[in-house]
């Protein structure tokens, strides 16, 4: 198993750019996070999925769009880049239902909005 | 307002010295709480705690809980140079996980 994988790893992005981050995992999870950490921050969650089909808003979705259309992929939008977006982005899954076991992180995605 | 607080934010020490992360927590609907050591990428997991008063260990690291007072603490013995890392801590309030900031430890060799 590849666990869960990002794409890209570094990006620039221009203000008002667009762009989607990709996330993909193979173990069957049905739990899914993307989550920005910046500095002193820690992890703040943005979008969450606990199934295909279905998303919702984290702490901080202003700004990003999700889509689950199956299990695997979970992408992160960024309909119109801000300098305040740049980051470093995770994704993370976990088996779903409750309570919450441990997330498994993606390797993470540099995002730098000039 | 759910929150996760660790301390201190960071910590240097030599190697061979022990350390003691705190985190403390508030959230509604809590279940467990979660540590994760993040070095140059991706958080990986430690623990997972569940009830009070049961130590986890895992080789020289160790953490515990009080739901009672609501904080853990994650311990490291005999720290080495590849324990630097940031080291977080995270409660899950129902379908969410709030993580704390993190705490930044430094071990000198």
């Known amino acids: 198993n590849a666990g869960v994988t990002q794409t890209p790893k570094f990006h620039i992005l221009k203000t008002g750019q667009s762009m989607t981050l990709q996330c993909a995992q193979d173990?069957?999870?049905?739990?899914l996070s993307w989550y920005r950490q910046d500095p002193g921050m820690g992890l703040r969650r943005i979008h969450y999925?606990?199934?295909?089909?279905?998303?919702d808003k984290g702490e901080v979705p202003d700004g990003y769009n999700v889509s689950r259309s199956n299990t695997e992929d979970f992408p992160l939008r960024l309909e119109s880049a801000a300098p305040s977006q740049t980051s470093v982005y995770f994704c993370?899954?976990?088996?779903?239902?409750?309570?919450?076991?441990?997330?498994?992180f993606g390797p993470g995605t540099r995002l730098t909005v000039t | 307002e759910d929150k996760v607080v660790q301390s201190p934010l960071s910590l240097v020490v030599h190697e061979g010295d022990t350390v003691t992360l705190n985190c403390s927590y508030e959230?509604?609907?809590?279940?467990?709480l979660l540590w994760y050591k993040q070095e140059k990428k991706a958080p990986t997991f430690l623990f997972m705690l569940?009830?009070?008063?049961i130590e986890k260990k895992s080789g020289r690291l160790s953490s515990i809980l009080d739901k009672k007072e609501l904080f853990s603490i994650l311990n490291i013995t005999a720290t080495q140079t590849g324990d630097s890392a940031v080291y977080l801590c995270?409660?899950?309030?129902?379908?969410?996980?709030?993580f704390g900031g993190g705490t930044r430890l430094m071990v000198k060799p």
């Open positions: 993370a899954s976990s088996y779903s239902g409750s309570p919450v076991y441990e997330q498994y």
């Open positions: 173990m069957n999870h049905g739990y």
């Open positions: 999925s606990v199934a295909a089909g279905i998303t």
């Open positions: 959230v509604t609907n809590f279940r467990s």
């Open positions: 569940t009830s009070s008063g």
């Open positions: 995270a409660a899950p309030p129902g379908n969410m996980l709030t």
